[in-house]
Structure formats: structure tokens, C-alpha cells
């Protein structure tokens, strides 16, 4: 009876400390996740919008294959990188796609949006004090006008939140072949949207540098008709797929 009391105490002490220690360990898990979903939307946007302003400051033709393919190819190393910290999302589209399915916290959604954000609007920052472009170099490019632009990024979020749930296993990507999908995906419909709507597919990616330009008329564009087509991506997967475990 003596020794009961102590290995008690012990247990409990020991208990306590694991408990002490799985806070600690989700805290750090916590900022380690917000800190890669912030560099890597910082990362991909300079994708998008630093090739331009380059080509502008400088007055040179990249290329539109190239300036269009280099936020795909940003996409694929950010993903190669982070996939195993944050789940390598750096778009909220993607982020609500993940918790819509079951696969991610709904807890989590608002701190993951909120420094996709400001990852994108630190990106449009970065931008505009180092290379001082004209304020349209930030912008998306609606040739066509705001509607043809509105649906095309329905469909292109919609194929876009299509591969990145398939292609992922509990909001985490899981090898190089959906960092090589996803990161293609982005390439082509960048290719196929560029004057067109941008091929955002990514309300951060597009507003964040907008924000810092000034902003502009057709900003309701991004930030409708990408939901929308994270929507119709969600209901896609999930008439294909009876559960999220079986990805």
C-alpha cells in the first residue's frame, strides 16, 4: 500500500507532463503551419505578379509562355517544400475545399485564409518597393471584360480543386506526383486564362497585389467566381469519391 501512493503520484505527474507536452508540440505545429502557409503564399504570388513587373520595369518581352507558367512551376517547388508543414494549400479556395470534404478543421480555416492574405498583399508589397512598377503591372488582365472572366474562373477553380483533393490524403499531399499535378494544372490554366481573367483561381493570390495597387473595379470578379468553382470542385469529387479515405 506504501508504494501505490508514489507510482500514483508518479503516474500522474507523468501524465500531466504528456499533456503539457502535446500542447506544446500543437502550439509549435500551430506557427510552424501558419508560417509555411504565409511563405508559401508569399512564394507563389511573387510567381504571378514579379514576372510582370520584371518585364516591365525592364522593358522586355518574356515571353507569355514563360510569365504564365512561372506561377505553376512556384506552385510545384512550394508544394514540394511545405506539403509536409502546412499541407501546402496558399489559397483559400483550397483551404475550404479540404474542410468542406471532412479533411481539414474548421477551427483552423479563418488563421489559414487570414495568412494566405496578407502572404499575398506582403507578396504585392514586396513587389512594389523593390521593382516600382505601374500600379496595372499588379493587376489581373480582363481583355474580355469582367463576365467572360467570372465564368472562366468557375470552370478553372473548379478542375483546379478537383486535382488538388484527389490527388491529397487528409489536406496533405503525399508525394511528387501532386506536386507535379497540381503545379501542371496551374500551368495550363494560366496558359489557356492569361489575358482573359489571369488564371487566378485564387482570390489571396489575385486581391492581396490588387490591394496594394489601389485595388480595382472588377475585384468582385476573384472574389466570386473562385468559391463558386471551389464549390462545383467539392460536389465533383465527392460524386466520385464516396469518402475523403478513400484518396
Not at 506504501?2 to 502550439?27: I, L, S, V, Y
Not at 489575358?195 to 490588387?210: C, D, K, Q, V, Y
Request: proline letters at 5%; a negative charge.
Amino acid at each position: 500500500m506504501g508504494d501505490e501512493q508514489p507510482r500514483d503520484k508518479r503516474a500522474f505527474m507523468e501524465a500531466g507532463n504528456r499533456d503539457e507536452f502535446d500542447e506544446q508540440r500543437e502550439a509549435r505545429g500551430t506557427v510552424g503551419a501558419l508560417t509555411a502557409e504565409l511563405v508559401g503564399t508569399i512564394a507563389v504570388t511573387l510567381g504571378t505578379v514579379a514576372p510582370a513587373a520584371v518585364a516591365h520595369a525592364l522593358r522586355i518581352d518574356l515571353g507569355y509562355g514563360v510569365e504564365m507558367a512561372c506561377t505553376g512551376v512556384m506552385t510545384m517547388v512550394m508544394i514540394y517544400s511545405l506539403r509536409y508543414v502546412s499541407g501546402a494549400h496558399f489559397n483559400p479556395c483550397t483551404t475550404l475545399a479540404f474542410a468542406l470534404r471532412g479533411d481539414f478543421d474548421w477551427k483552423r480555416v479563418p488563421a489559414y485564409v487570414a495568412v494566405q492574405f496578407a502572404g499575398a498583399i506582403a507578396a504585392g508589397a514586396i513587389v512594389a518597393g523593390i521593382l516600382h512598377p505601374e500600379a496595372d503591372a499588379l493587376l489581373p488582365r480582363l481583355d474580355l471584360g469582367p463576365w467572360p472572366a467570372f465564368w472562366l474562373e468557375i470552370v478553372l477553380t473548379a478542375i483546379l480543386v478537383l486535382v488538388a483533393l484527389s490527388t491529397a490524403n487528409v489536406a496533405r499531399f503525399i508525394g511528387p506526383e501532386s506536386a507535379i499535378a497540381n503545379g501542371a494544372t496551374t500551368v495550363v490554366e494560366r496558359w489557356i486564362a492569361g489575358f482573359i481573367s489571369s488564371g487566378s483561381m485564387n482570390p489571396a493570390r489575385t486581391l492581396g497585389p490588387a490591394i496594394v495597387a489601389g485595388g480595382f473595379g472588377n475585384w468582385w470578379v476573384y472574389a466570386t467566381a473562385p468559391p463558386i468553382g471551389m464549390l462545383i470542385g467539392v460536389a465533383l469529387v465527392s460524386l466520385m469519391w464516396r469518402s475523403s479515405r478513400e484518396q
